[in-house]
Nanobody, 115 residues
Framework: QVQLVESGGGLVQPGGSLRLSCLASGSIFSITAMAWYRQAPGKQRELVASITRGGSTNYGDSVKGRFTISRDNAKNTGYLQMNSLKPEDTAVYYC?????????WGQGTQVTVSS
């Protein structure tokens, strides 16, 4: 059973940066596209960014130009570099496969953007 462990979240001021990591227990990222999702309080989980096996990326309109998704297949790890953070980016961030999330969700990592 694949396990996903997200880390790197925290409290940051508006305009700040964070780098999230997603460690998979198996070599899933070499065989599937992966994505970062987020869920803010009272809202549905949404896809933030995705990256294919070939490295093609796609971003939600709200994060385009600010966030960068990447992956290291050798380390079974995905990353999300978040710059110019805004209060509306506050959410729990999760990783999973794309375009559909087929693995059990991890615990996520909380990102709070506040002054």
């Amino acid at each position: 059973q694949v396990q996903l462990v997200e880390s790197g979240g925290g409290l940051v001021q508006p305009g700040g940066s964070l780098r999230l990591s997603c460690l998979a227990s198996g070599s899933i990222f070499s065989i599937t596209a992966m994505a970062w999702y987020r869920q803010a309080p009272g809202k549905q989980r949404e896809l933030v960014a995705s990256i294919t096996r070939g490295g093609s990326t796609n971003y939600g309109d709200s994060v385009k130009g600010r966030f960068t998704i990447s992956r290291d297949n050798a380390k079974n790890t995905g990353y999300l570099q978040m710059n110019s953070l805004k209060p509306e980016d506050t959410a729990v961030y999760y990783c999973n496969s794309a375009p559909m999330s087929i693995y059990d969700w991890g615990q996520g990592t909380q990102v709070t953007v506040s002054s």
